[in-house]
């Protein structure tokens, strides 16, 4: 007999998004895409990328690689450009303090922050008008969501946590923890040098998401809030982004009438 299905669980609304669009103060629009594209959908998302990004698509091994690379700039190029009344290829980036990529100042006039994550066949992407975030989206995959990996970087509340758990509940468990802490990592655009024990998030079944505890600055708890993104079956995401009582909205995007 099948379990009922959680509010946690229950599929998410991905609609196509409105031809004008626009953010309100407190607003966030998470973008999703899927990376299994065709040939012709392929080279029209490479069409929207400059020399650089292209030369960095095709660095990569696998071809697979290489078109969820196009497929996820190209989402990020034409959805910003949308905002910003901008074509694709006039937007130029640059790198913040600790190498986070931002919109060049000069083009982004209504202060747009975004963040973008991919694994598997999905990509995410966050937007918002003035308010630092991180997004993180991983495929759940049973030989990584190990009580092994989770001793070896979370913390010692949180593996404490996840081995209490019965064993039919640990994978997901982890996921949501991974996940969760990925985001305020790229929220920070620490990157690596934020080592993933220096804090935590609550992610036991039942339990509302939340930044728990950073063991650098208490006061950080209350500069954030985390919210569970639901892309699709068989994956995780979660929202790390300031302030507070959001009002999140969910654009399913496609390549049809892309221009550069």
């Known amino acids: 007999m099948l379990e009922p299905m959680s509010i946690a669980d229950a599929p998410m609304i991905w609609t196509a998004p409105p031809e004008a669009l626009a953010l309100r103060a407190a607003e966030v629009h998470i973008w999703r895409v899927d990376l299994a594209q065709d040939d012709g959908v392929i080279a029209r998302c490479r069409q929207l990328l400059p020399p650089d990004e292209i030369a960095r698509a095709d660095r990569f091994h696998f071809s697979r690689d290489r078109r969820r690379f196009a497929v996820s700039h190209a989402m990020v190029r034409d959805v910003l450009g949308k905002y910003l009344s901008l074509k694709s290829q006039e937007l130029r980036f640059v790198e913040g303090p600790k190498g986070k990529p931002d919109l060049h100042p000069e083009l982004n006039t209504l202060g747009l922050k975004f963040n973008l994550s991919h694994s598997g066949e999905f990509a995410l992407l966050g937007v918002a008008a003035g308010l630092i975030m991180g997004i993180d989206v991983e495929e759940v995959r049973p030989d990584f969501g190990t009580q092994e990996i989770a001793e070896r970087f979370f913390s ?105």
């Open 156 to 260: 010692m509340s949180e593996v404490e946590t996840l081995r209490a758990l019965p064993e039919h509940q640990k994978t997901e468990a982890f996921f949501y923890c991974w996940t969760r802490k990925e985001a305020y990592i790229k929220a920070q655009g620490e990157g690596l040098s934020l080592p993933l024990d220096s804090f935590d998030v609550a992610f036991a079944p039942g339990v509302t998401p939340a930044l728990l505890r950073v063991a650098e600055d208490p006061k950080e708890v209350s500069r954030w809030s985390l919210y569970d993104i639901r892309p699709g079956p068989g994956y995780k995401a979660a929202l790390m982004i300031e302030g507070q009582h959001h009002d999140l909205r969910y654009w399913e995007w496609t390549a049809e009438g892309i221009c550069n």
